[in-house]
């Protein structure tokens, strides 16, 4: 039978996914790797034998040579996929027969890109990504299959877990986090995909295959984009320097507050969250602060003395869910 595990960001994205699919690749049993939802849009940051990587489009599971999809749930800049393939290659990563596209995968187009190119209202990464969604909703976009420069890479999702390999162990990588989600994120600041388990489903995998749901989140919230989401304090300030929060795809800063237990309990339920990884522990130690909201608009602090009443807490808060408290990845 298929199985299924899927990893989701709980936020606003860039809470640590890669360093987590990294993780669990590296510790085998997945036959493939698949992503789900978003493009070009997502910045993976992986440090793999000591190096650092960014992809956008390749899923993780090419480092490990675990056989790796960009889903029908994605929308794929072929130029970049191609500049990333290379990129990889010239690293020494051998990606020959382990990097496929689902042959109904969207295909972001100049025009996606030039009508995304101005756009200020959400702050979007600028990657063509909502147009192309926009067009495939509208029932005017193409498909991977209509491009014979994909073919070599094409596949049929539903031969590839129905047909071919039925006993398949599949990583679903997702991109973005809830607070991004078209549907329950805080519209319109959101990205036009579906990052909750549900759109891995949506990649042809139905409920009773998803096994472990992995919720990652990060130990305070970071946000790019247009909206305000940094109050106005020296701390989170100093969060943003101690944490690096600098974008992966874009650059831009990333605004920091504190992390909201009632939005984190909410994104847990939503996705059936079946273990927890709060990420950058280390920073929240490094810049001695150890607070959350206790409400959704951020508004009332719960304020703790040190490292152990915060992880406490936050265990007796979710205690039906495994957590894990984990560190910033490595630096190189
Ligand atoms: P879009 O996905 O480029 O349309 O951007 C919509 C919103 O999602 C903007 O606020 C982006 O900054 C944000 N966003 C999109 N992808 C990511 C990501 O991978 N990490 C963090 N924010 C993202
Ligand atoms: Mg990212």
Known sequence: MLKVDVIIGMQHGDEGKGKVTHHLLRNG???HCVRYNGGC?????IYHNGEKFVTHHIPAGVFFGVKSIIGPGCVLDIHKFFNEIKTLRKAGIDLSDKIFIAKNTHVILEHHLREDSTETKIGTTRTGNGPCYGSKYSREGSR???FPVLEPYLIDMYQEFYMEHPNAIVLCEGAQGVELDIDWGDYPYVTSSHCTTAGACLNGFPPQSIRNVIGVAKAYETYV????????SEIFNALQVAGEEFGATTGRNRQCNWMSLPNL???????GVTNLI??????LENVGAWSVYADYKRHNLFTFQNKEQF????????NNVTVVFSDSPERV
């Not at 984009?225 to 106005?232: R, V």
């Not at 992880?311 to 979710?318: S, W």
């Open 29 to 31: 049993g997945y036959t």
């Open 41 to 45: 849009n997502a910045g993976h940051t």
């Open 144 to 146: 991977a299959e209509d």
């Open 225 to 232: 984009g247009s909206k305000e989401f940094q109050p106005d």
């Open 265 to 271: 309990e909410k994104a847990i339920k939503l996705n």
């Open 278 to 283: 709060i990420n950058k522990m280390d920073i």
């Open 311 to 318: 992880c406490t807490y936050i265990r007796e808060y979710f």
